[in-house]
Structure formats: structure tokens, C-alpha cells
């Protein structure tokens, strides 16, 4: 099945709507399917002037959410993407007999068929090829050739530093925000973490992954940005050859903790942490059941704030699935203390949140 059949069925699935003309300049959703050639301005549903290129994110609006256990999705992935989420996130296991990585939520929830590649990497590429469809700088299509001088005025005004390739939702060339993907490694990280960076690479050899160059102490920005949590071995990780495609998921409330490697210590910064993470219990006893209390929301914020003092994004997982009213208090405290990233599981509930 291809990339754009499966993600229509996903879209779908959330109920996307499509507004069409029809009935005398008369706006309606979801009536696409029912024109009839005679009835409407555009020769049916499927007529060609109905189709652009970025037919793969239309009416999908980007939410700051993180797709807690991705992997359970219907459809992994692409489920995150039709609900507009930046951020996923897969719990990845080395088997010791074939030296493969699977993805599951322990190790009686594996299977053979769902490896790291197939079930994550695969549909993020996909995705992400699909997105520069029609971008001639990676792509011969007929759109991509025929549009190729006027793409060029428009990349000759962007940011040299920025990237050439179109995020999943984008404004254009090297103006999407890009997505994030969270490795969470189940197994020893310093046996697994070798397995990931391999898989990792043809990706970062296409140019699709966010990269930091310690030789010029630059990032260069790519449309996909992956993290590396729980047994990931930083030590293993600030040693990756430059440009590093791997960052860390930091210990939001201690940055200012030094870390030690090698018998050398180093300081959490932008250039080490894509994301900063603590589960809502480690920085206050508050569980939504009721409103905060001052010192509970200063205890949320300061973590925080100490964050973004560090140009890092932060993440607060383990929050409340239920109640669902105290699920929806902490995520919108959250969002005014400023947390970058919404920890969800029922993302068609946080897409309407």
C-alpha cells in the first residue's frame, strides 16, 4: 500500500474535513466525494486540479503534542502525523539472537514482523520523500522540473544555514518546524546504541536528520531530529563522530548538574540535549485532581524555565490519563508555564484539547 493511500485512511480515520464550492459559491465539508461533474465549478473529486503537492499535510494543523508509545498507534507514525503531532516516540529492543532492533512496550509485546526500521524509520522517510515530492532540488519530478526557477528565487531568500529539503508541515523550503523522534532503548544501552546509529545512517546520509558540527559549533538543521532516551549512553553519544545526528534527552530540573564521561566533566547545553524530560512526579506532588497551589505551579515553571535558559525544549511525561478533567488541568497548566512538548496517549483528545 502506498505512502499517500495508507495516510488517506488515516486522515480519515480522524475525520479530517476538506472544504469544496459547491451550490452557488454555498461553503460545505466532506462533500467532495458526492460533486458530480455537472454540479460544481471542478470536474469531480478526483480531477487533477483538486491534487497539489502538498496534498500530504492538507487541513492538518501542527500541535506541539509528543505521541507518547507511538508504537501503539493503529498506524504508527502516520496516525501522529494526520493528528498534526510533531513528536513520537518508539521503545526499541536489540534481540541478542539476530542482533535486530524490534519495537514494543516490553518483551511479550514484540514481534518478528515489527522492527524499528519497518514500524518507525520506513514511514518517516516516506513521509518526509512524499513532503519534497515536488522540491527540485531532490526531487525530477515533472512539478519539481517545471517549477524549478521560481523555487530558486524562493531558496535564494532563506537563511543559508537553514535546510534545503521541506518539513512534514511546512511553510516551504527549510520553514517547517522539524519533526522529533524519541528512541527510548529498553536493552543495554551501550550494546543497542551502536545497532540504532547504523540504522540511523542512511537517513543522515540523505540529509533528513538535524545534525551538530563541533568543528564549527554549528547545528545544521534537517526535517527529521532524533533523540536518545532511556538507556542511551551518553557517553557513547558525545563521542559519535561530527556532525553528531544523535542528541540526548536531558534531566530537566538538574542541567545544572555536570555530567562526567570518561573522566572528563560536561555540561547539559542545546548542543547535547535536544529535549530536556522529567515525569510530572519528580517536581511536584500535584496530579490535576485540583488546582494548583502556588509553590506547586513555581515548582513546574522553574524546572522549566531553567530549560529555555539553557536554549532547550522541555517534556513532562508520566501526566494523568484519568480523570480526564485532571488530565486536561495539567496539560493546560503546562501550556501556560510554557512546557514545549504535551506528553499524550489519546491524541485525537489532545488534538481537540
Partial sequence: MSFKSLF???VAAVAVSQVVLVDAFRL???NAKRLDATDAVFPGAGATILQHPADWSRNIFPIPVHSHNDYWRDVPILDALANGVYSMESDVW???????????????ALSRER????????????AIDQANEANHIHS???EAKFFANLQNQ???QINTSSTSRVGFYS?????????????DIKTDGNETFPYIVKCLQPLADQGYLTKYDAKTNKTIPGPITIIGTGNTPINQLINLPSPRFVYFDCPLGKLDAPFTVNGTSHSYDHTICGIASTNLGSITNWKGIDNATDDQRKNISVAIDQAHSYNIKTRIWDTPNWPTYARDNVNKLLLEVGSDWIN?????????F
Fill in 154 to 156: 524562493s531558496y535564494s
Fill in 28 to 30: 460545505q465539508p466532506d
Fill in 344 to 352: 499524550a496517549d489519546d491524541l485525537s483528545a489532545i488534538a481537540s
Fill in 140 to 142: 525530477n519530478s515533472p
Fill in 171 to 183: 511553510a516551504g523550503v527549510g520553514l517547517g518546524t522539524p519533526l522529533q523522534l524519541l528512541i
Fill in 8 to 10: 488517506s485512511k488515516t
Fill in 115 to 126: 522492527t524499528f526500521d519497518k514500524l518507525t524509520l520506513r514511514p518517516l522517510k516516506k
Fill in 94 to 108: 536489540l534481540n541478542p539472537d539476530d542482533k535486530e532492533l524490534y519495537v514494543g512496550h516490553d518483551p511479550f
